[in-house]
């Protein structure tokens, strides 16, 4: 076998040139714009899929785009056993002269491919990433929803499909990308929401799969989130494994800290935390505004006193699919910090607006973050 086989690199052909099967299928044009109207979150998909195998032997190879359908998947496969899966999650954004812009596809590509590292998968190219995204857009672009705050929301996902009982990593895996128009993410816009504690479960220990995006780290949290339901919060906050003493994040967002007008404190990157593109686009534009920005270890007594002293001034959440969501109160067994009608404070209304306005370009993007998808 040779190096770039071991690798997971494609030995055929680099980069990937993509086969088209249009859908025979495909919703007219009416029962589209009905779904645009109205498309929630996660409930409709457009009318193709990406598809790219890999073999050990072949590498990457047979990248298509085909209509959206179920998957042919032998009840042995392995994913369906062990759970080597990864997921990517991104948007393609309407501007207003009726092109589709992507945010920074290429650290999402970066990310798969830390997540397949350690999930042991293949390694997908950054270039492969970003043109089966390009692909989908160039077949199913009027997917895209017009609407203030929507967005078509892209799903590059990989599985182990080998047909093999055994506990090893999968010979056989494969690529694919689904696309679902999207509106706001909580059903309540950006109205603040209350998040609770787990003070009983953990998402990630030292070691482990925190910092990949892998389907097993959301299995893990589901519990935790519905008592977070229970209990009439919207999310559920992760304390690290270790100590149960410093936040981590949220089952699917990371969390920020405000102090002041000058200060943005985030827990920082311990192994434990998934690297968010908007996290990391947020502090950014932090910075930008000349506020000073520090990662460091958060605990739950630091958020506590730093509210009750009125030091902290703001909490929000933020992440791809929410962009960034106020949290006004975090509930726990014994724990109440934070009020519960507070409204969105001033800062996380400011960088989320910013964040937005470059995404949808309404403004300069001056960090060079957009790229186009339908040219
Ligand atoms: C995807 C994800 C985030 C947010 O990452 P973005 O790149 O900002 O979308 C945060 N935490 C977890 C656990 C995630 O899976």
């Not at 998947?73 to 392995?78: E, G, K, L, M, R």
């Not at 209304?349 to 370009?361: N, P, S, V």
């Not at 403004?363 to 790229?371: E, K, N, Q, V």
Request: with cysteine; aromatic share 8%.
């Amino acid at each position: 076998m040779s190096q770039a086989q071991a690798t997971g690199e494609s030995t055929l052909s680099y980069p990937l040139r993509f086969a088209l099967t249009p859908s025979t299928t495909a919703r007219a044009e009416a029962e589209r714009d009905a779904i645009l109207a109205d498309p929630g979150f996660g409930k409709h998909f457009s009318d193709h899929m990406v598809t790219i195998d890999w073999t050990l032997d072949a590498g990457w190879h047979d990248a298509r785009v085909m209509p959206y359908g179920p998957l042919q998947i032998d009840p042995a496969s392995s994913v369906l056993h062990y759970g080597q899966e990864i997921f990517e999650g991104l948007k393609a954004y309407p501007h207003d002269d009726g092109s589709i812009w992507t945010f920074r596809p290429e650290q999402n590509a970066l990310r798969l491919q830390r997540s397949a590292r350690r999930l042991a998968l293949p390694e997908l190219s950054v270039d492969d990433f970003i043109e089966s995204i390009r692909q989908i857009i160039a077949v199913d672009g009027d997917w895209v929803p017009k609407g203030d705050e929507t967005s078509l929301y892209l799903r590059p996902f990989m599985i182990a499909n080998e047909v093999f009982l055994g506990v090893r990593a999968a010979n056989r895996v494969s690529y694919h990308v689904i696309a679902s128009p999207a509106g706001p993410y909580f059903a309540d816009g950006v109205a603040p929401v209350k998040i609770w504690l787990s003070t009983e479960y953990s998402r990630a220990g030292r070691g482990g799969t925190g910092a990949a995006k892998c389907g097993g780290n959301y299995a893990a949290s589901l519990l935790p989130q519905m008592e977070a339901y229970d209990n009439g919060c919207a999310q559920v906050l992760f304390l690290d494994g270790e100590t149960g003493t410093h936040i981590d994040e949220l089952g699917g967002m990371n969390v920020m800290l405000v102090y002041g007008n000058d200060r943005i404190v985030t827990p920082r990157l311990t192994g434990t935390i998934l690297e968010g593109v908007t996290r990391d686009s947020v502090l950014q534009l932090a910075r930008d505004r000349g506020m000073s920005v520090e990662e460091r270890d958060v605990s739950i007594d630091e958020w506590r006193d730093g509210v009750a002293s009125g030091a902290i001034t703001e909490v929000f959440a933020c992440g791809t699919a929410a962009v960034i969501t106020p949290i006004s109160q975090l509930k726990g067994v014994n724990l109440e910090i934070g009020d519960a009608d507070a409204p969105a404070g001033e800062i996380t209304l400011a960088l989320r607006r910013e964040l937005t306005d470059i995404q949808y370009g309404r403004i300069p993007d001056r960090h060079g973050w957009l790229t186009r998808l339908d040219s």
